[in-house]
T-cell receptor, first 114, second 115 residues
Framework: GENVEQHPSTLSVQEGDSAVIKCTYS??????FPWYKQELGKGPQLIID?????GEKKDQRIAVTLNKTAKHFSLHITETQPEDSAVYFC?????????????FGKGTRLSVIA | EAQVTQNPRYLITVTGKKLTVTCSQN?????MSWYRQDPGLGLRQIYY???????DKGDVPEGYKVSRKEKRNFPLILESPSPNQTSLYFC??????????????FGPGTRLTVT
């Protein structure tokens, strides 16, 4: 089955700096890679996702890149703000293939220091 | 407001006392799922349901039961809770488990402590 590794487990950055979180996956058939943000006391919320036919996707200060050959994908947050502080999870799955559940990484706790 | 609701939000119970955590969504989603979140382990799927009356095991199903009699509800049942089931539980739903709509919407979580 799929295995997703996520690094780092904790990350502290100064406000305004960039943050990068990296994930690797094991199943070459995985084709859907979402990122979820979990704020304190809340459930995870989708912030951006990418499919395997795309190498990069941007949404304002957030971008995700995918390298299918190396089987890794990354989340990039630019101009970080204190409200970006949260736990971020990457995940991988095979869409359009019955129930292949999302397999999550173990999470990265991001702290943005004002 | 489109949402997934869970009840209770917090529960402290004793070993062996049966309990049910309810989950309801108002988005007419076909797919529903239960996860547990433990420190250092991330989110792990317990059970999922592709549609009414269709349920299946996830990665960590031992000690749990589910049912899906109605589209909007997906309760999680612990027949005989044990301390190793102390965890933070999330219910999630999505339009479909396959196809183009796959964003999962998560509930606010239920923190369960079994003593």
């Amino acid at each position: 089955g799929e295995n997703v590794e996520q690094h780092p487990s904790t990350l502290s950055v100064q406000e305004g700096d960039s943050a990068v979180i990296k994930c690797t996956y094991s199943d070459s058939a995985s084709n859907y890679f979402p990122w979820y943000k979990q704020e304190l006391g809340k459930g995870p919320q989708l912030i951006i996702d990418i499919r395997s036919n795309v190498g990069e996707k941007k949404d304002q200060r957030i971008a995700v890149t995918l390298n299918k050959t190396a089987k890794h994908f990354s989340l990039h947050i630019t101009e970080t703000q204190p409200e970006d502080s949260a736990v971020y999870f990457c995940a991988a799955s095979r869409r359009n293939s019955g129930n292949t559940p999302l397999v999550f990484g173990k999470g990265t706790r991001l702290s943005v220091i004002a | 407001e489109a949402q997934v609701t869970q009840n209770p939000r917090y529960l402290i119970t004793v070993t062996g006392k049966k309990l049910t955590v309810t989950c309801s969504q108002n988005m007419n989603h076909e797919y529903m799922s239960w996860y547990r979140q433990d420190p250092g382990l991330g989110l792990r799927q317990i059970y999922y349901s592709m549609n009414v009356e269709v349920t299946d095991k996830g990665d960590v199903p031992e000690g749990y039961k589910v049912s899906r009699k109605e589209k909007r509800n997906f309760p999680l049942i612990l027949e005989s809770p044990s301390p190793n089931q102390t965890s933070l539980y999330f219910c999630a739903s999505s339009f479909s488990g396959t196809g183009s709509s796959y964003e999962q919407y998560f509930g606010p979580g239920t923190r369960l402590t079994v003593t």
